[in-house]
C-alpha cells in the first residue's frame, strides 16, 4: 500500500498556535485522528480571518473542503500546545490546496502534515466559482 507523503511548500505565511484539550484525545492517549482534523479547521478558520475572510465569504463567494489528506508523523498528547503553519499551493481555476505543518511547539516535533483541498463556492447559486484574484494576492503574501 502506497503511503500518503505531503510535499511541504518552501514558505508558510500564516501561522498560530492551538492547545491540545482532553477532548482531543483518544483512548490509547494521543490525539485521535479524527481530533487532528478539528484542529486544522480551527487554524483554517484564524487563517481566512488574518486574510480578511470567513470561509463563507471570500471576495463574495464562500469555500468548500473537497479532500482531506493526512500525514502522522509523531504522537500529540493532552496539555501540549501545536504550531500550525498555513500555506496555500496548487492553484487550478476553481481551487487550491491549503498545506499544514504541524509541530509541537516547545521541541518542534513533527506531528503531522495535512492537505485540505478547497474549491471555491457560490452559496447563493449553488455552484462553483473561479479563484478570486484578490484571494491568491493575500493568501500567498508574505506575514498573511
Known amino acids: 500500500m502506497a503511503r500518503i507523503n505531503i510535499e511541504l511548500p518552501a ?4 501561522s498560530t498556535r492551538v492547545h491540545v484539550y482532553t477532548s482531543h484525545i483518544n483512548e490509547a492517549g494521543h490525539v485521535d485522528n479524527a481530533q487532528l482534523l478539528t ?3 480551527e487554524a483554517r478558520q484564524r487563517f481566512f480571518k488574518a486574510l480578511g475572510y470567513t470561509q463563507t ?3 463574495d463567494v464562500g469555500i468548500v473542503i473537497a479532500d482531506a489528506a493526512v500525514q502522522y508523523l509523531s504522537e500529540a498528547f493532552h496539555g501540549e500546545e501545536l504550531t500550525i503553519d498555513v500555506a496555500t499551493a496548487d492553484f487550478n481555476k476553481y481551487g487550491c490546496d491549503l498545506v499544514y505543518r504541524i509541530r509541537e511547539a516547545q521541541a ?4 503531522a502534515r495535512v492537505k485540505n483541498g478547497i474549491v471555491f463556492y457560490d452559496y ?3 455552484k462553483i466559482s473561479t479563484v478570486p484574484a484578490e484571494f ?3 493568501s500567498t503574501a508574505a506575514g498573511a
Open 39 to 41: 484542529l486544522v479547521s
Open 108 to 111: 518542534g516535533r513533527d506531528v
Open 57 to 59: 465569504r471570500v471576495e
Open 124 to 126: 447563493t447559486t449553488r
Open 136 to 138: 491568491v494576492r493575500r
Open 11 to 14: 514558505h508558510f505565511p500564516f
